[in-house]
């Protein structure tokens, strides 16, 4: 590992065994999408706690792939985590009971999100464990997370690193090939991709985000406002909800 990634590496594991400690659980959980980022968050887990003390939890519906769950049984044995696979179908059957329920990509993409979030907690809360995310800055910035969904969790441990930086990561800390070469996706639809679905690839989300800071988020290319626009427009999830006493403390 070369001496930044491995720097920053550290440091990530040193946040990690430090909010574990503090919180007096006995163990982190995570959801396992077969992807880089609960790749690599997991395998820092493991690293900063002992993978004794970490739970991956794999959440499929009908349109999930096989080979994510392989991959994500496979990255758990390879760390020696525990694995565990739980179908939201069930649940999501049960939310189609309702009244009026109404079906479209968008509206059970998020639902499915959130179902995953309340089965980790669930599990958080029954085995006193802490729940990590794994969100990545890129993403966090764009707002491309569902409120209350994936974007929830105890700890973050790669909010800080952008896509990018997290595949270069997943590289030097050795997670397999196959996660770090498959197609972005959130799994939410049969032949859904991250990119596919924003719009632009990664390299120039990252790109666009950097010039972006470094420029005070004042646009320069067409690339560069499509990015500004998703930031601003989806600024509310990186925001606490308004309220009066927010307000209050402002004004004191």
């Known amino acids: 590992m070369t001496e930044g990634l491995g720097c920053r590496a550290g440091q990530i594991e040193q946040v990690i065994r430090y909010t574990y400690w503090l919180s007096g659980c006995q163990g982190i959980v995570i959801g396992m999408s077969g992807g880089v980022d609960s790749a690599v968050a997991a395998a820092f887990c493991c690293r900063a706690i002992g993978p004794e003390r970490v739970l991956g939890l794999f959440l499929p519906s009908s349109v999930s792939s096989p080979h994510d769950l392989q991959d994500a049984a496979a990255l758990c044995a390879k760390l020696g985590m525990e694995h565990r696979t739980i179908s939201i179908e069930p649940m999501l059957s ?133 990015v500004l626009a998703l930031v601003h427009k989806n600024a509310h999830k990186r925001l606490p909800a308004p309220s009066l006493s927010a307000a209050f403390q402002r004004s004191e």
């Open 94 to 226: 049960a939310f189609r009971m309702m009244p009026d329920f109404t079906e479209s990509p968008y509206l059970l993409g998020n639902l499915m999100a959130r179902i995953r979030m309340g089965v980790i907690y669930y599990h958080a809360n029954r085995e006193h464990r802490l729940v990590c995310g794994a969100s990545n800055r890129s993403e966090y910035l764009l707002g491309y997370c569902t409120k209350f969904g994936d974007n929830a969790a105890d700890i973050q441990p790669i909010l800080h690193l952008y896509k990018t930086e997290v595949y270069d990561i997943a590289k030097e800390i050795g997670i397999p090939e196959p996660i770090i070469t498959k197609v972005p996706s959130a799994g939410l639809w049969a032949g859904q991709s991250d990119e596919g679905e924003i719009g632009l690839s990664y390299v120039e989300i990252d790109s666009s985000l950097k010039d972006l800071e470094a420029s005070g988020w004042r646009a320069a290319t067409p690339t560069q406002e499509r």
